[in-house]
Nanobody, 120 residues
Framework: QVQLVESGGGLAQPGGSLRLSCAAS????????MSWARQAPGKGLEWVSG????????YYADSVKGRFTISRDNAKNTVYLQMNSLKPEDTALYYC?????????????WGQGTQVTVSS
């Protein structure tokens, strides 16, 4: 079955960096687009970034554009989110999401999430 396991979250200071990873299994990873989304306390789910199956196209929410970078390694079945210049408002539970096809950013399956806290 589809499994998505996020890691790399933790506590970071404002202006700091973290790199999230999502290890995927149970499907042909290289055939599907992947995304990251987040949910802050008391707020709804916010889409953050997406990448097509072959890595040719990447997309970002305006709130993270220029600070976050999504990438993938299809040989390792892993998608990453490099987060730089972190702000307190980036504090949230971050989810890795599988799309239902190669070039859409719709939600199909998601993992359990990894907590990111940005605080001094």
């Amino acid at each position: 079955q589809v499994q998505l396991v996020e890691s790399g979250g933790g506590l970071a200071q404002p202006g700091g960096s973290l790199r999230l990873s999502c290890a995927a299994s149970g499907f042909t990873f290289s055939s599907y687009a992947m995304s990251w989304a987040r949910q802050a306390p008391g707020k709804g789910l916010e889409w953050v970034s997406g990448i097509y199956s072959d890595g040719s196209d990447t997309y970002y929410a305006d709130s993270v554009k220029g600070r976050f970078t999504i990438s993938r390694d299809n040989a390792k079945n892993t998608v990453y989110l490099q987060m730089n210049s972190l702000k307190p408002e980036d504090t949230a539970l971050y989810y890795c999401i599988k799309s239902p096809d190669s070039d859409s950013l719709e939600y199909d399956y998601w993992g359990q999430g990894t907590q990111v806290t940005v605080s001094s």
